[in-house]
């Protein structure tokens, strides 16, 4: 029987990788393994890239969005093509994709890994002029990107800069003027964000897109236009329940492609990381990969 190679990340979310690992090992033994555990950004990209696949029945992954996000960049990059099945334990700060996968327990998630049971997902193609990255989460223009790069500069005030650098950047509203083309239909607007879903949760349990499913053939599009300091501010705590899709500013979209083209290009936040910037192409890509279920 082949081994299932585990990839363990002990920088993720509140650095708890090794006692995550430690607590479920009872149950990964119940299957031949090899732990291999990153010592350096994009070790779990360059493992998934170079490692000889042929050898493991799959990849475990411990660690969050970001970490796992690495993993499937690093296979989809392969020189030979090859492909196996993925699965992910919840170890980061946000853990938006096992939200979805109703499992945000490690031990449970580790149980789901070993009875080897596969399906497939779709993933987000996104083509900037400088690389071409995969997205199985959420991809992002506009505030959230903003955000993300304040919070990193705040990391002293914990998980509440997070918070603090969202009323930040509301409170900035900046102009982004910006040509979106959906559906071969182009329009242009001033927009506070654009966000392209794989998933129906980002963040910490927040529901950006409730109408998302991983395995649908289709990308959901949250494109908020600008709008008054206060109608933002409001909009924010509905994102939690799903109920901001129905605000006026919000334009709900399930689509097979997207380009974001704003007049100024800015940077892009693709599964938590900042990665590329505009202008750019997202398309979705059916049955992309097999994840352990």
């Known amino acids: 029987m082949k081994k299932m190679l585990i990839i363990t990340n002990p920088y993720s979310g509140k650095k708890q990788g090794q006692s995550i690992l430690n607590n479920i090992i009872n149950v990964l033994d119940h299957i031949p393994h090899k732990i291999i555990v990153s010592d350096y950004k994009n070790h779990p990209y360059d493992i998934a890239n170079n490692i000889d696949l042929d050898l493991f029945q799959g990849i475990c992954v411990i660690g969050g969005d970001g970490t796992m996000h690495e993993v499937i960049n690093g296979m989809l990059?392969?020189?030979?093509?090859?492909?196996?099945?993925?699965?992910?334990?919840?170890?980061?700060?946000?853990?938006?994709?096992?939200?979805?996968?109703?499992?945000?327990?490690?031990?449970?998630?580790?149980?789901?890994?070993?009875?080897?049971?596969?399906?497939?997902i779709d993933l987000i193609k996104i083509t900037t002029n400088k690389e071409v990255v995969f997205s199985f989460n959420v991809a992002g223009w506009g505030i959230p990107p903003d955000i993300n790069i304040l919070a990193e500069k705040m990391r002293w005030l914990g998980m509440q800069r997070y918070n603090i650098a969202s009323l930040i950047e509301i409170m900035k509203l900046k102009k982004r003027n910006c040509q979106l083309i959906i559906n071969d239909k182009t329009t242009l607007d001033d927009y506070s964000f654009v966000l392209c879903c794989n998933t129906i949760h980002t963040g910490k349990g927040m529901k950006i897109a409730p109408k998302a499913k991983l395995d649908d053939g289709l990308m959901d599009v949250i494109a908020v236009k600008k709008t008054n300091r206060l109608q933002l501010l409001n909009l924010f705590p509905k994102i939690f329940s799903g109920n901001h899709i129905n605000h006026p500013i919000v334009k709900y979209h399930q689509v097979k492609s997207i380009s974001i083209q704003p007049d100024i290009?800015?940077?892009?936040?693709?599964?938590?990381?900042i990665i590329g910037e505009t202008p750019c192409e997202m398309e979705i890509v059916s049955d992309a990969i097999e994840i352990f279920n």
């Open 265 to 273: 290009n800015s940077d892009l936040i693709v599964d938590g990381e």
């Open 77 to 120: 990059n392969r020189q030979d093509k090859k492909q196996i099945p993925l699965g992910l334990i919840p170890g980061g700060t946000g853990n938006s994709f096992m939200h979805d996968m109703e499992c945000l327990n490690p031990i449970d998630a580790a149980k789901k890994i070993i009875q080897l049971k596969n399906r497939k």
